[in-house]
């Protein structure tokens, strides 16, 4: 009943999205027609943070106030996309791109205020590092028992409709959350997530060891269920917020799953995995900008003739399951559906890898037409890359960071991410959440590089970090996302992510209160307004 409900709502609010923004994700070629007569393309703004980073007093940032009062103001400086990371519960490392499920939802972001049995008291301390980032080993600690304690009162004090509602929930979703439950429990009890290490009964999933360990783990099972069902109503309440304010969000899609995750353990077939359950390939990209050994991620790689034998039905259920969630997905690596970079397992790092194909437009063709994706298209791109993403309509990403190659001490005027070279249907960023930020970018380059940055922004180096934003906004680009420390014109303190580096400093990043000034916001607002990404078809002149 209760994801009836919501999806209910949900196709209501995208209605009414789709009223505001009709032109967001349907016929590229529509336009405005604006009072002069003169009819134009739409073109969208937004900012990109994750939920974790909000501000608040848990030690993570959650779905309750602060992300509200947040989109609040980020709506009225005229941002109508906000865009996050994969929202999975994360494992190791605490990367969202290693998500431990592909379909539920990471319990630490649950706002325990909104739960009417927390002991809220217990969390009010500060669960942060010295430098304000997240410890999540501090917020696992503290803040897990209480959520699992608010789930044991959850199931004994609610209100048979409450109750009705979660079994309701349990019921629609049981083709996941089962098996999500039942390895979380599982986790828990051997103190590792590397089901491949388990007793084999557990590991090769058994018939008579998974019923004897739903059975013993029952109590744990219903805490993991109960912490989910508290994520999707709070997700789905913050949803409908943000459609509120005329805010789509942009979800995420990783191409890969984490190899110690449920999706492994229970659909080892469709990966690379042999029958002991060990990876035979890695994944990972070749050597690149962030590093001469290249990438070697070390997720399980797909056998993708074992998914196109059952119609990319894995495929098509995180898709969908995604898209409940959010308005747009943008699926990270795109150029692994072409081509995938394969390491052989054992290897230290990416460099002997190989190129095997992908499904190509195969899985796309078998989607439902017109579904509003977003390709991730940075790295070794290739013309059948390119043929693949523009084939199927998806618009590609464009880093800013990128654009001043240097040919001969001049600048290479015809670089794809310049803003002058974008065509329509691109998304472009300062940089994402695996750059530098903008500002740590600017102070590392060469004084060679710096002096033709200034020379294309035509700006001081105070200044460098606003008119990046400047020129992205009057670009011709369909779609401007920027990250908020760029806004607030952090350094790499700031910085969400470093690729191919393990730390703390990895995905901790949180904004403080404060941090985000009015005078940004109102900076910000007048270059949405200028530059006509309100797609306001009216009073279009400029009060200067």
Not at 309 to 320: L, M, Q, S, T
Not at 444 to 466: A, G, I, N, T
Request: hydrophobic share 40%.
């Amino acid at each position: 009943m209760l994801l009836k409900k919501l999806t209910l709502v949900s196709c209501i609010m995208k209605l009414k999205l789709f009223l505001l923004f009709p032109f967001l994700f349907g016929d590229k070629e529509s336009t405005i027609e604006y009072d002069d007569g003169m009819d134009r393309k739409p073109r969208y703004c937004g900012i990109l943070i994750h939920p974790s980073s909000f501000n608040g007093p848990h030690g993570i940032g959650c779905l309750g106030d602060e992300a509200r009062q947040l989109l609040g103001r980020l709506a009225a400086a005229g941002v109508n996309l906000w865009q996050i990371l994969p929202l999975g519960p994360t494992g190791f490392g605490d990367s969202p791109y290693a998500s431990r499920s592909t379909f539920a939802g990471n319990e630490l972001l649950i706002d325990a205020r909104r739960i009417p049995y927390a002991r809220v008291s217990v969390l009010d301390s500060c669960l942060g590092d010295e430098n304000g980032r997240i410890d999540y080993e501090k917020v696992r600690k503290f803040k897990l028992p209480i959520l699992f304690d608010a789930a044991d009162e959850f199931l004994l004090r609610s209100s048979s409709a409450e109750i009705e509602a979660f079994g309701s929930f349990c019921d629609e979703n049981s083709w996941w959350l089962d098996d999500y439950a039942l390895f979380q429990s599982l986790v828990d009890f051997h103190g590792d997530s590397r089901w491949f290490l388990w007793p084999q009964g557990e590991a090769m999933r058994n018939a008579r060891a998974i019923e004897a360990c739903t059975r013993n783990h029952h109590e744990q099972i219903m805490r993991y269920k109960v912490l989910q069902y508290f994520f999707f109503k709070q997700w789905d309440e913050l949803h409908q917020f943000a459609s509120s304010l005329g805010v789509q969000i942009i979800g995420d899609i990783p191409i890969f799953v984490a190899a110690d995750s449920v999706d492994a353990w229970t659909n080892r077939h469709l990966f690379k995995i042999d029958k002991q359950g060990r990876q035979t390939e890695l994944s990972g990209v070749p050597p690149d900008a962030f590093s001469s050994d290249g990438q070697l991620w070390g997720n399980p790689v797909y056998d993708w003739n074992a998914h196109e034998k059952d119609g990319f039905a894995w495929w098509k259920k995180r898709i969908e399951q995604t898209l409940k969630m959010v308005d747009i997905v943008r699926i990270d690596h795109f150029r692994g559906f072409e081509a995938c970079w394969e390491v052989p397992a054992g290897s230290a790092n990416a460099i002997n890898g190989r190129w095997v194909k992908g499904p190509g437009a195969k899985l796309f063709n078998s989607l439902a037409e017109g579904l509003p994706i977003i390709a991730e298209d940075l790295g070794v791109i290739t013309p059948e890359v390119e043929s693949l993403r523009d084939g199927l309509g998806f618009p590609g990403m464009k880093i800013l960071q990128f654009a001043f190659s240097m040919d001969q001490g001049c600048l290479d005027t015809a670089n794809d991410y310049l803003p002058h070279n974008y065509d329509y249907n691109c998304v472009a960023y300062t940089g994402t959440h695996d750059n530098e930020t903008s500002r740590g970018w600017f102070d590392h380059q060469s004084s060679e590089v710096k002096d033709v940055v200034r020379r294309y922004l035509q700006c001081p180096d105070e200044d460098v970090v606003w008119q990046m934003i400047r020129c992205i906004m009057q670009s011709h680009a369909r779609f401007a996302v920027f990250p908020l420390q760029d806004l607030i014109g952090l350094d790499n303190n700031g910085r969400m992510n470093q690729p191919s580096t393990v730390g703390s400093s990895n995905w901790s990043w949180r904004i403080r209160a404060g941090e985000l000034e009015n005078w940004m916001l109102d900076r910000f607002r007048d270059f949405v307004y200028l530059y006509g990404r309100d797609n306001q078809a009216n009073d279009r002149k400029a009060c200067l």
